[in-house]
């Protein structure tokens, strides 16, 4: 069975709904799934974040945008994954990313590009949302992966938690045939 890990930090309540739209998403397309909620400081642990990472086939990741870029427990969890990328545990996962911001241009694309921007170093397989389904024009169209404008009271639009739905199904298909892929012809390092 294909494994999706969703980790996201969620500072007003619109990251972890989206959270529970990607979760619900990935497991409609036969994933087992891992949510893990990261923690605000960094005097707890996060070592549930880098075990679901490890055991995943699959990632998707949700920040909210803080000034057009990932929030700081995000980026302190990507800090902390240099074991498992020295290990090679990173490379050939399908790796997908959702935002959300107070305002409709308040750095939704850019988070999503600065998020990717470790997903390139650890030899990931970004999965963008694209434009391959409706429900992503109606949310914004964003095709780096999920935005949602974040709402004082933590609602999501309905048409936001459609998409995340989509990019839960999306990852955990490409996460399927990458692990299906790797069956079939093992990577083989250089010699």
């Known amino acids: 069975m294909t494994r999706v890990a969703i980790i996201y930090y969620s500072s ?15 497991a409609s397309a036969g994933a ?12 707890e642990p996060i070592d549930r ?23 700081a427990p995000v980026k302190r969890f ?9 290990q090679e545990k990173l490379a050939d ?7 959300a911001a107070g305002s409709d241009h308040g750095g939704h694309e850019t988070t999503l590009l ?13 999965v963008p949302a694209g434009y391959g389904d ?3 024009r109606r949310v ?21 938690l459609d998409a995340a739905r989509y990019l839960g199904r999306r990852v955990a298909r490409f996460a399927a045939l990458i692990r299906q892929a790797s069956v079939v012809a093992p990577s083989v390092s250089a010699s």
């Not at 087992?32 to 005097?43: N, Q, W």
């Not at 974040?49 to 929030?71: E, K, S, Y």
């Not at 996962?93 to 935002?99: P, Q, Y």
């Open 78 to 86: 990507i800090d902390a994954t240099w074991t498992l990328w020295e």
């Open 114 to 126: 600065a998020l990717f921007q470790s997903v390139y170093h650890w030899g990931g397989v970004i």
């Open 140 to 160: 914004g169209g964003n095709p780096y992966g999920v935005s949602a404008k974040a709402h004082r009271d933590g609602s999501v639009d309905a048409p936001a």
């Open 12 to 26: 007003g309540g619109t990251v972890a709904r989206l959270a529970e739209a990607v979760s619900a998403g990935a």
């Open 134 to 136: 409706p429900v992503v």
């Open 32 to 43: 087992s799934v891992r949510s893990v909620e990261l923690p605000a400081t960094d005097l």
């Open 49 to 71: 974040a880098l075990a679901a990472l490890n055991w995943a086939d699959g990632l998707v990741i949700g920040t909210p945008a803080c000034f057009g870029n990932v929030a």
């Open 93 to 99: 996962k399908a790796v997908a990313g959702f935002t």
